[in-house]
């Protein structure tokens, strides 16, 4: 049971108390199976992004041991290619459902590998893991388009899939960054990859209308500044621009424009995009709202259809509770959050040719 000393750190009036942060460590930890593993819910499946998340979480909460088993299992479980299955079956067999793979799935390791890393400053642990992240950001690189957006998978026959989703390709930035700051760490200099952030990025910043139009989802809305691409200026109106479009008074931050429903992990994502952006007051006030989504024991329901005053679906994830603690952790002053997440120490890459150019 995580101990609420343990997690005295992260308490944020209105949000969370020692004890309610302990609580809601302990539900992931629940969750997670003896392997290592961390599933959305017991029961279902576990994909490689969500569980980085809750094993970052875990960290904040002081459960480094619970959380070096989740990226150990990464390294046990991840394909010769570098890559890992789009989702896996709940069960110690860990059987892959989805035999894609995903870009944005297999690049997110490196975020939380340097996360733990910075929280528990574990150098065999990072000697490990820095083949298993120079193999997975080799194979997302290996989808890297021409005007720098990242193709979102492969199929399972083995094809690369060339269109990009913006939410997909400025995680995977984030991601490249990190991995580029763990290459430093170990000595390794790659050129190659910091082209690749450079390009990324750029066409993150300024191309909308190369990745698929997903407008309709927050995600699309907010990730860019979540992810480091867009600071300054440009993340305070970027995030302005369609405040009134998801965020819902008092509930939350709806997952899809057209449809009457917030969810918890985009709310809790909103609110760490607001603390990168240095609106912490209004973070709060974000995490303060999702409170109804609360549940007795810690967990965080994934959502609330509020003219049926219905909570669907009906599940406890992991990863939502993950954000949450994400969130409160950069708040309050966690070192390695805000490091992996403020970006001011990340390598930014080199800027290609058109940027120099200024196109």
Known sequence: ?????????????????????????????????????????????????????????????????????????LARHQNPDGSWYAAYADGDAARPTDLAKESNFCAYPAVGVLHHYLTTRDEPFRRRMWPVVHAATEFVLALQQDGGQLGWRRDPDGSAVSEALLTGSASGYHALRCALALAALDGAHRPDWELAAGRLGHAVRGHPERFLDKSRYSMDWYYPVLAGAVRGSAAAKRLARHWDDFVVPGLGVRCVLDNPWVTGGETAELALALWTAGQPARAVGVLRSMSHLRDGDGMYWTGYVYPDDALWPAELTTWTAGAVLLAVAALTGDEATRAVFGGERLPRGLAPDCCRAGT
């Open 1 to 73: 049971m995580t101990s609420p000393e343990r997690t005295g750190r992260l308490a944020l009036p209105g949000v969370l108390t020692a004890t309610e942060a302990a609580a809601t460590a302990a539900g992931i930890a629940a969750v997670q199976r003896p392997d290592g593993a961390i599933p959305w819910y017991r029961g279902h499946h576990l994909d490689t992004w969500d569980h980085v998340e809750a094993a970052m979480a875990l960290d904040t909460a002081g459960e480094h041991e619970r959380a070096a088993a989740a990226y150990d299992w």
